[in-house]
């Protein structure tokens, strides 16, 4: 062959594969796809599929449910890609070019929360044995779509599917992460936002941590002065704000719409400071303390020896109860340096009581096990492994937060705008690179009940900066939460947050661009 032959040859090869590049033509290998969570099992079948303006997503029978999932798919996938993709039933499989959601029940491997992604190209079908692993999958869906899929305006095809079978379950039953409304206080929106960030890394729990020294932010009709007056401020003396409780069920649907269950905290013995000051006879002297705008902890506790106390208790608790449709009510717990050992012990335990009386099981901080655990309450295990292993000897179950590896209110390194760096700077790849289940030998699988990464808020007084500390983090978190160890590994895993870097910034999400992830090597994709 003549020189100037494959020359032309040569060149024509380039020409195509920029080509290619350009429309976003997408490589056909599904097991190169950017999942995070990290899937158990991917097998690239080496094909793609089309999603073009005849895809419609089918939900098999006429379930309601199944139909509210495939309309969340829709409502993610129509804003870029412009395909008017609808969301219709049947009882058979559809033919070529659609979406097929269908439940199957007889999986056991995937258990509540998996599924089974096939996609050829002819057919993407995802199947699960309850609609909870349906939603799981659709995440999955979105994310093996390019990056700009997550953009709000229309946006160039081709929207094509690698071919392949993603088979897909948790290792853990319970990833969640917490938000600080106390120390300063998020609007309805915020927590919404997030609520749909923690569905797409296939986490299922967001922790409210809804009183504080600082401020009193839910509704309590019994008690209104908890709000009115204990809701007023906020670290650095901002004013603060409440959730009515309508605001408040608002949230909850809209999280149970998304497969994740709020757990609503109200922190008792200390951390009550905004309580105390609305009201005077909660005090042991009786007299109501000033409300409180700094970040100092334990200073504050409610009389533990007044019968009023726990008729205040009752009050809220009942009240939360009939506001949350999960198991859980988180107690706090914490800090309590302002009361007396001999005092907290009972306390705790009489807490415990009027939880399981309104129908609920206790969650809260390490400390508790320092009381006497009821059957069913889990421990969260942020501080003292001793308390944690105290709990797992009274057969508790443990929630994974240690703070010097799970804390996303810890600063990055001490050049981070905002947090605090009491417990570690955790940069991405520490906040990754971790087992729950190898940090302790006495803190085994078993015992865990999951894992949460809590943020604290004292030093962030908005979304944006909020992210900041959430984002890129929390990911990381939601993979510990999902991906077997064995198959996690921070060099593999840097690659594809890299990836979601693209995601995030389509969603306008102000994360932490942290040095440690080749964010750039993406951006072409
Ligand atoms: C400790 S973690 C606390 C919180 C603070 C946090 C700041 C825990 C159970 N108590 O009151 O906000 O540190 O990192």
Known sequence: MKQSKIRGMVFAGLVLAAALSQTGCKPTDLSKENI???????????????????????????????????????DKLNPSTGLGIEVKTSTEVPGPGNIFLSISGDDSELGDEGYELTITDKLVSLVANKPAGLFNGIQTIRQVLPAKVELASVQNGPWKIATGVIRDYPAYGYRGSMLDVARHFFEVEDVKNLIDQLAYYK?????????????????????????????KTEVGGGE???YSQEQYADIVKYAQDRYITIVPEIDMPGHTNAALASYPEL???GKAPELYTGTEVGFSSLCTNKEITYKFIDDVIRELAALTPGEYIHIGGDESLATKIEDYIPFINRVQDMVEAHGKKVLGWDEIALATL??????????????????????????????KYAYLDMK??????????????????????????????????????????????????????AEYLIFPRLLGYAEIGWT????????NYKV??????????????????????????QKQK
């Open 496 to 521: 594809r947050l890299a990836d979601h870097g693209e995601r995030m910034k389509a969603q306008n999400i102000n994360f932490y661009p942290s040095k440690l992830v080749p964010w750039d090597a």
């Open 484 to 491: 077997p160890v064995e198959q996690r590994n921070w060099d």
């Open 240 to 242: 603060g704000g409440y």
């Open 374 to 403: 009821k059957p069913n309450t889990i421990v969260q295990y942020w501080d003292k492994a001793e308390n944690a292993k105290k709990g797992i000897a009274q057969g508790a179950k443990v929630l994974m937060s240690p703070a």
């Open 283 to 285: 005090n042991c002297n």
């Open 412 to 465: 990055y390194d001490s050049t981070s705008t905002y947090g605090l760096h009491w417990a570690a700077y955790i940069e991405v790849d520490r906040g990754y690179n971790w087992d729950p289940a190898a940090l302790e030998p006495e803190i085994k699988k078993e015992n865990i009940y999951g894992i949460e990464a809590p943020l604290w808020s004292e030093t962030v007084s908005n979304r944006q900066e």
């Open 203 to 231: 986490m299922n729990a967001l922790h409210m941590h809804l009183s504080d020294d600082q401020g009193w932010r839910i509704e309590i009709k019994s008690w209104p002065n908890l709000t009115a007056h204990g809701g």
């Open 36 to 74: 995070i969570p990290k899937p158990v099992s991917v097998v690239a079948t080496g094909s793609s599929f089309d999603l073009t303006d005849q895809t419609d997503i089918y939900v098999q029978g006429e379930s309601a449910e199944l139909k509210q999932i495939g309309q969340y798919l829709a």
